[in-house]
């Protein structure tokens, strides 16, 4: 039996070495590359982000949920780095059973989120697929010089903070799956349709380092803190939770268990960043209607997680392929 491969052993060692150290690609430790020097005013900030049917998104999800889903994941990047998007180029893998109408929902999803974003579509590639239907796009936005927030950058000391609510799109797929039933089915609209937190673009300028949490929580917070040199302290009691993910909660029995699950099931698309204490208040005047939840900080230490005072040690921090 060959060894199971990690993802980012892949792209630390395989792929890394293949930059041949450009400094657009960050070393592959960022959500994005940056693209310097298009004219005086801007930079380029690109990231791409690939769905698969059954691993990303269900067969039963609606073509055109899917279709907004695939421009939501890379603007939620875009939005993590402090940039305003502007167009993509998109690759799709039809099955071959893919019918005309399927097609046409598809692109109804697109056009509908590129109106709601601003977006144009500026070319691809589409091919067929013996497998299941495989999207990707490569997302661009613009960045004032010098405007792209990083990973790295934090410093120990600096509070952790966190957009939105926590949990719901893993809890979504969890009801999509038949674990629960959910009156509004609010929890699986966020699993379908993450919501990128563009409106955060000024607030990160007083943020030391940002990512966007798609993998969960502990691991994309863990990214800022590799990235920094710094360790983190997290504690899942200051979990910000719906209403809906609060209900969930208090039927589970390992309160513990199920506040990890929460913080590592990812399909968040929220914003993780660092902000230093003095930079606290004029970051939270830029946030608008979307709450900001500090969950913890950057330390000089390892990362740890606690919940009510005590260590705790998930078994995992994230997804990973
Ligand atoms: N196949 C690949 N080729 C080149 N670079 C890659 C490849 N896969 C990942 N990377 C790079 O590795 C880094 C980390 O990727 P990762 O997928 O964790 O980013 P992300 O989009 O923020 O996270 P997620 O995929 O969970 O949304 C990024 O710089 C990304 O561009
Ligand atoms: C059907 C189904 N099963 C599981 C999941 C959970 N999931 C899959 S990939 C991923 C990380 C983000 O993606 P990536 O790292 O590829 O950008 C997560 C949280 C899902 N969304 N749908
Ligand atoms: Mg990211
Ligand atoms: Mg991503
Ligand atoms: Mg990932």
Redesign the pocket.
């Known amino acids: 039996m060959s060894e199971p491969v990690d ?2 052993d892949w ?1 630390a060692r395989l ?1 890394r070495p ?1 930059t041949r150290g450009a400094p657009e ?2 070393d ?6 940056l693209i310097p020097e298009i004219d005086e005013a801007n930079q380029i900030v690109v ?3 690939c769905l698969v049917e059954g691993v990303h998104f269900l067969a039963s999800d609606r073509p055109d949920m899917v279709a907004r889903k695939l421009l939501r ?1 890379n603007l ?2 875009l939005a993590a780095k402090g940039a305003v998007p502007f167009g993509y180029l998109m690759t799709v893998a039809w099955p071959r059973d893919a019918d005309w109408r399927r097609r046409q929902m598809f692109a109804k999803g697109l056009a509908t989120d590129q109106g709601a974003f601003g977006l144009s579509l500026l070319g691809g590639d589409t091919v067929s697929t013996p497998g299941p239907w495989t999207l990707s796009a490569t997302m661009m936005g613009r960045v004032d010089p010098g405007g792209m927030v990083r990973r790295g950058g934090g410093k120990p000391g600096d509070l952790l903070v966190v957009s939105g609510m926590i949990g719901d799109g893993w809890l979504g797929l969890k009801a999509l799956q038949g674990e629960f039933t959910e009156p509004d089915s609010y929890l699986v609209r966020r699993y379908q349709l993450p919501e990128p937190r563009l409106g955060w673009r000024v607030a990160l300028r007083h943020a030391s380092a940002a ?2 949490v ?2 969960g929580l502990l691991a ?1 917070a863990g ?1 800022i803190a590799t990235a920094s040199g710094c360790g983190l302290e997290i504690e899942l009691e200051r979990l910000p939770l719906s209403p809906a993910a609060a209900r969930w909660l208090e039927r589970q029995e390992d309160q513990a268990g199920a506040r990890i699950a929460l913080a590592t099931g ?1 399909d968040d698309y929220e914003i993780v960043c660092a902000v230093a204490p003095q930079a606290l208040e004029a970051f939270q005047a830029e946030v608008g209607a979307v709450p900001a939840t500090v969950v913890g900080r950057l330390t000089e230490g390892e990362q740890t997680t606690r919940f009510q005072g005590e260590v705790v040690t998930p078994d995992r921090l994230g ?1 990973s392929h």
Do not use: K
Request: aromatic residues 12%; hydrophobic residues 50%.
């Open positions: 993802e980012f792209i792929l293949l690609a960050f592959l430790l960022d959500d994005a590359a990231t791409s982000d994941v939620s990047d990512a966007d798609s993998d994309d990214h990812g997804w």
